[in-house]
């Protein structure tokens, strides 16, 4: 199944600086999903990029995909105490657009632990 | 719609005892997740379902751990004996094949601690 992982592992910046999360992959892909943890929480879908996108925004969101090098990244512009939380992506495999179910759950990293300093 | 919602919301137990934890999909959604989170291993996918019928166990760690979907709307974890490296959140997660996007829909877990 696929398989993201994030880089950092922990990140820590000021409030109102940017904040930057990187994940790369290994296989093919449908689409590449990124999901926000907070604390004591379930995860919730942030933001989707298909394979034949490059970027995507949505708010102060930003993701970029590089499918030649396998990699995706989340920019937070002027970050908020409340973006505060783990940051996951997820791939989806190409099946899921042929038999419209996909043949694996979403695998996850370890996160990306974003803090950010009032 | 109210969201995947998961009971209990925490767990403490004995050693040895018997755990169930329950799951209630988005109405409509056709796969239906159980995910175990904790610090060591991040976010491990124990089993998956669709339509009701488990497609994929291998991430279920023990014969202790089983899981049922007796209709669309209920799940059901069980680990029977329970031992303390059970200790984690238990997340269930649902979606629809008709998404076509593989978006995953996550309860707000079950956070289990065996003594």
């Known amino acids: 199944s696929q398989q993201g992982e994030e880089d950092p592992q922990a990140l820590s910046i000021q409030e109102g600086e940017n904040a930057t999360m990187n994940c790369s992959y290994k296989?093919?892909?449908?689409?590449l999903q990124w999901y926000r943890q907070n604390s004591g929480r379930g995860l919730v879908h942030l933001i989707l990029i298909r394979s034949n996108e490059r970027e995507k925004h949505s708010g102060r969101l930003r993701v970029t995909l590089d499918t030649s090098k396998k990699s995706s990244s989340l920019l937070i512009t002027a970050s908020r105490a409340a973006d505060t939380a783990s940051y996951f992506c997820?791939?989806?495999?190409?099946?899921?657009?042929?038999?419209?179910?996909?043949?694996?759950?979403?695998?996850f990293g370890k996160g990306t632990h974003l803090i950010i300093q009032p | 719609d109210a969201g995947v919602i998961q009971s209990p919301r925490h767990e403490v137990t004995e050693m040895g005892q018997e755990v169930t934890l329950r799951c209630k999909p988005i109405s409509g959604h056709d796969y239906l997740f159980w995910y175990r989170q904790t610090m060591m291993r991040g976010l491990e996918l124990l089993i998956y379902?669709?339509?009701?019928?488990?497609?994929?166990d291998s991430g279920m760690p023990e014969d202790r751990f089983s899981a049922k979907m007796p209709n669309a709307s209920f799940s059901t974890l069980k680990i029977q004996p329970s031992e303390p490296r059970d200790s984690a959140v238990y997340f269930c997660?649902?979606?629809?094949?008709?998404?076509?996007?593989?978006?995953?829909?996550f309860g707000e877990g079950s956070r289990l601690t065996v003594l």
């Open positions: 997820a791939t989806v495999p190409p099946s899921i657009q042929v038999s419209g179910g996909g043949a694996d759950g979403l695998t």
């Open positions: 379902f669709n339509n009701n019928v488990p497609i994929d």
């Open positions: 296989t093919s892909i449908n689409n």
């Open positions: 997660a649902s979606r629809w094949t008709g998404g076509d996007t593989g978006e995953l829909f």
